[in-house]
């Protein structure tokens, strides 16, 4: 999540603190309690939320896939272009998501990337959208199944499965936009190191993981589910997140077999092409090829933002892709670009970024960050990466790479 992921870590809506919690709190003192609410009143069991799309049966031929080293969407297996709308869930106009996915089938981009997380430690005013709330004061937290809630999720799945576009959806940000991992932590305790061992912060995260999945576990417009937004954890051995990531994805597989399951990881932590630089390094936690070879684990997937890795020359996006690409050849996985971007300049190295991409075995997508437009309320967030649909950057970046692919 390119707003949110930097070194000096910026927002779209406004700039948030990313820095890890030093301070742990034993989360022994506090009991984890979950329910599920149609903000503002009815209080409603998880399970009882109704899967979107449609059956299992007409619906199972039109679950995308992994074919080989390539995506199979709509029994087309090939190369798929597509980009990050991460406050697509966020708009409360339907009109503005219809427009957004409309213009996304119109461009040929066929995958994207939304937020399905949106935690908040206390109710916001009336109309702001969450989707999570947890509350310091009970020990609780509480689903929004709501109108300004997790509905307005409903609204994008439905609207994806109208105009064919699928959708890759995390369910947690590493990051401290819209609440990430913090928010658990600012209610149960301990720090974001913490978080991927905590047993308490576990099972509420594996909570919402299960209300999510239950209500699209059968729709066709799930690309696939996402374990988080660049999960890192700075300091730890590499196992921490590897376990981690082993245990999630053979839950949500346990949950919902139709989709396929991936990390949402930047991609540190690799041997392959190392020139020793900060990206390559483990000292984020993540060792890239130890992830992707966790059973549940679909395909891989990587992010690429030179500036904010402190990376001065930006042919090294190249041999980041590549050396990407050569792990998940190695382990019989496709590999998605999944967000990359240079700011504020849109048609240089970035399209070579997007051929080498293209013409390296073991790559099956790329999705740019990020997507925009004119929105009912206004243009969309602009991080300095933001691609307006229909300028002469967006001919350049998405029209003219879809029409090579």
Same mark, same amino acid.
């Given at each position: 999540?390119?707003?949110?992921?930097?070194?000096?870590?910026?927002?779209?809506i406004?700039?948030?603190?990313?820095q890890?919690a030093?301070?742990?709190?034993?989360?022994?003192?506090f009991?984890t309690?979950?329910?599920?609410?149609?903000?503002?009143?009815s209080?409603v069991?998880?399970?009882?939320?109704?899967?979107?799309?449609t059956s299992?049966s007409?619906?199972?031929?039109?679950?995308?896939?992994?074919?080989?080293?390539?995506?199979?969407?709509?029994?087309?297996?090939?190369?798929?272009?597509?980009?990050?709308?991460?406050?697509?869930?966020?708009?409360?106009?339907?009109a503005?998501?219809?427009?957004?996915?409309k213009?996304?089938?119109?461009?040929?981009?066929?995958?994207?990337?939304? $937020?399905?997380f949106?935690?908040?430690? #206390?109710?916001?005013?009336?109309?702001?959208?969450?989707?999570?709330?947890?509350?310091?004061?009970?020990?609780?937290?509480?689903?929004?199944?709501? #109108?300004?809630?997790?509905?307005?999720?409903?609204?994008?799945?439905?609207a994806?499965?109208?105009?064919?576009?699928?959708?890759?959806?995390?369910?947690?940000?590493? $990051?401290?936009?819209?609440?990430?991992?913090n928010?658990?932590?600012?209610?149960?305790?301990?720090?974001?190191?913490? $978080?991927?061992?905590?047993?308490?912060?576990?099972?509420?995260?594996?909570a919402? *993981?299960?209300?999510?999945?239950?209500?699209?576990?059968?729709?066709?417009?799930?690309?696939?589910?996402e374990l988080?937004?660049?999960?890192?954890?700075?300091?730890?051995?590499?196992?921490?997140?590897?376990?981690?990531?082993?245990?999630?994805?053979?839950?949500?597989?346990?949950?919902?077999?139709?989709?396929?399951?991936?990390?949402?990881?930047?991609?540190?932590?690799?041997?392959?092409?190392?020139?020793?630089?900060?990206?390559?390094?483990?000292?984020?936690?993540?060792?890239?090829?130890?992830?992707l070879? #966790?059973?549940?684990?679909?395909?891989?997937?990587?992010?690429?933002?030179?500036?904010d $890795?402190?990376?001065?020359?930006?042919?090294?996006?190249?041999?980041w892709?590549?050396?990407?690409?050569?792990?998940?050849?190695?382990?019989?996985?496709?590999?998605?670009?999944?967000?990359?971007? *240079?700011?504020?300049?849109?048609?240089?190295?970035?399209?070579?970024?997007q051929?080498?991409?293209?013409?390296?075995p073991?790559?099956?997508?790329?999705?740019?960050?990020?997507?925009?437009?004119?929105?009912?309320?206004?243009p969309?967030?602009n991080?300095?990466?933001?691609?307006?649909?229909?300028?002469?950057?967006?001919?350049?970046?998405?029209?003219?790479?879809?029409?090579?692919?």
């Open positions: 999540m390119r707003s949110f992921s930097s070194v000096a870590v910026l927002s779209a406004g700039a948030a603190s990313a890890v030093t301070s742990p709190v034993p989360s022994s003192t009991s309690a979950i329910s599920s609410t149609a903000h503002p009143s209080t069991p998880v399970a009882s939320s109704t899967p979107l799309g299992q007409t619906a199972s031929s039109s679950f995308a896939k992994v074919d080989g080293l390539k995506f199979n969407i709509d029994g087309e297996s090939k190369y798929f272009a597509g980009t990050n709308s991460y406050w697509l869930p966020f708009q409360t106009n339907n503005d998501v219809d427009s957004v996915l213009n996304l089938k119109k461009s040929g981009l066929k995958i994207l990337r939304v $937020w399905g949106n935690d908040v430690n #206390a109710v916001p005013e009336d109309g702001k959208v969450y989707f999570q709330l947890h509350d310091k004061a009970t020990g609780k937290t509480t689903i929004n199944t709501g #109108a300004d809630g997790l509905k307005r999720l409903d609204y994008v799945v439905s994806a499965e109208k105009y064919g576009i699928k959708l890759i959806i995390p369910f947690v940000n590493f $990051w401290d936009d819209y609440g990430g991992m928010a658990y932590v600012t209610a149960y305790g301990g720090s974001k190191t913490d $978080w991927y061992t905590d047993k308490k912060m576990q099972s509420v995260y594996q919402y *993981i299960k209300a999510v999945v239950s209500r699209y576990k059968t729709s066709s417009a799930i690309f696939a589910w988080g937004n660049e999960p890192r954890c700075p300091g730890c051995e590499t196992d921490v997140i590897a376990n981690w990531v082993a245990k999630t994805s053979a839950y949500i597989k346990s949950l919902d077999s139709n989709h396929m399951v991936t990390t949402g990881e930047e991609g540190m932590g690799l041997t392959p092409g190392s020139d020793g630089s900060y990206p390559y390094t483990h000292k984020e936690g993540s060792d890239f090829a130890k992830n070879a #966790a059973p549940d684990i679909d395909f891989g997937v990587f992010h690429l933002y030179v500036a $890795w402190g990376i001065k020359d930006n042919e090294f996006g190249n041999q892709i590549e050396s990407h690409a050569k792990i998940c050849d190695e382990a019989g996985k496709p590999c998605m670009f999944e967000e990359y971007g *240079i700011k504020n300049d849109h048609c240089s190295d970035s399209l070579k970024w051929k080498t991409a293209l013409s390296t073991g790559n099956a997508a790329d999705l740019f960050w990020q997507y925009g437009q004119k929105l009912s309320t206004g969309s967030p991080d300095d990466y933001t691609i307006y649909y229909g300028t002469d950057d967006w001919k350049c970046t998405v029209t003219d790479h879809v029409s090579e692919i």
